[in-house]
Nanobody
Framework: QVQLVESEGGLVQAGDSLRLSCAAS????????MGWFRQAPGKEREFVAT????????QYADSVVGRFTISRDNTKNTAYLQMNNLKPEDTAVYSC????????????????WGQGTQVTVSS
């Protein structure tokens, strides 16, 4: 089992930056690819970003390319999502997830999930 705990999100203004963290425990963190997903009210959960086990490979949703950066520190068992130039359409509950093997954009491939954290961007 892997336990994932996201940091608190928050209410920010459009154009602001926010960094989410995802602290993992229970198993060897470096054995798991990590992903960030989000779900806005009335919408399905969508992929945001994913990172390989070693951190050398990443993928992003088109909507966040150039604004969001996923990273990880395997010595701290933590993954991060740096969000810059936030927009109102980024408002959602953000969740981190872990999976064994290769990184992936598909939420159904992930085995473990955090509880989610609310990010609200006002215009």
């Amino acid at each position: 089992q892997v336990q994932l705990v996201e940091s608190e999100g928050g209410l920010v203004q459009a154009g602001d930056s926010l960094r989410l963290s995802c602290a993992a425990s229970g198993r060897t963190f470096s054995n798991y690819a990590m992903g960030w997903f989000r779900q806005a009210p009335g919408k399905e959960r969508e992929f945001v970003a994913t990172i390989s086990r070693g951190g050398g490979q990443t993928q992003y949703a088109d909507s966040v390319v150039g604004r969001f950066t996923i990273s990880r520190d395997n010595t701290k068992n933590t993954a991060y999502l740096q969000m810059n130039n936030l927009k109102p359409e980024d408002t959602a509950v953000y969740s981190c997830a872990a999976k064994g093997g290769d990184y992936d954009r598909r939420d159904k491939k992930y085995d473990y999930w955090g509880q989610g954290t609310q990010v609200t961007v006002s215009s």
